[in-house]
């Protein structure tokens, strides 16, 4: 499967854009806000990608960030998610806000996407509330970069490393504080989560962060 692809921008569309790589022109559909981040025609870039294989169709959705692009895999597991739903949640979002909306539990904010009603908002952050803390957690992925027009097609394996404890700790700090959480009182949770557990990864410490920083009663 494509993972990744780097070459330079041959066209620009309202929805896509299409990038060649050495001589070889793949049409990749963004959405709205990843398209404006976009450099202009004949300048290099580089996007992740995801491929969707339908009987009669084969769509390239790029993206510029590991966390957007996992956003829009699981965002795809609802019910009711197809693929221009998913590029409308996260192109009125960003896969930060997509994040601290399915971890707050605050559909409204997805059902501002245009074609999204509220029972399909409300379907998403119930579906994919539990596994907001582990996409966040990939929030330090560096975005890809595009330094040489013929570099290849990459396939990218998504593995992210096991952080040792001082960086899952401050990994699980900045994803709370792009939550909205301040900055002290989610030093705070953290700290104490990780005293709980010393060797919890940064997955396991935003879990444990968000449980200590949820309302009480």
């Known amino acids: 499967m494509i993972g ?10 309202s929805d ?20 404006a981040g976009l ?12 491929l969707l294989v339908r009987e009669d169709l084969l769509q390239l959705f790029g993206f510029t960030s590991l966390v957007e692009k996992e956003w829009h895999r699981l965002l795809m597991s609802v019910q009711g998610i197809g693929a221009k739903a998913s590029m409308a949640i ?56 595009a330094t040489e027009v013929d570099t290849d097609v990459i396939e990218v394996i998504e593995t992210p490393a096991t952080p040792v404890s001082g960086a899952a700790q401050s990994e699980a700090l900045s994803a709370l504080v792009n939550l909205g959480y301040a ?11 990780a005293g709980n557990d010393p ?4 997955t396991t410490l935003i879990k444990a962060a968000l449980k200590l920083l949820a309302p009480k009663g």
């Open 199 to 202: 060797s919890a990864d940064t």
């Open 183 to 193: 900055p002290g009182e989610a030093a705070s949770a953290v700290a104490e989560a």
């Open 16 to 35: 896509h854009v299409l990038i060649d790589v050495r001589g070889v022109g793949y049409m990749v559909y963004c959405n709205e806000r990843t398209l």
């Open 90 to 145: 996260l192109g009125t979002l960003g896969p930060d806000g997509v994040s601290r909306a399915i971890a707050l539990g605050d559909w409204n904010a997805v059902k501002a996407a245009k074609g999204i009603g509220p029972k399909t908002a409300q379907r998403v952050v119930i579906e994919l509330k539990d596994k907001a803390p582990t996409v966040m957690a990939m929030g330090g992925s560096a975005p890809p970069t």
């Open 4 to 13: 990744k692809l780097s070459g330079r921008i041959d066209y620009r569309g």
């Open 39 to 50: 450099p202009g025609v004949g300048e290099a870039v580089a996007l992740y990608t995801d």
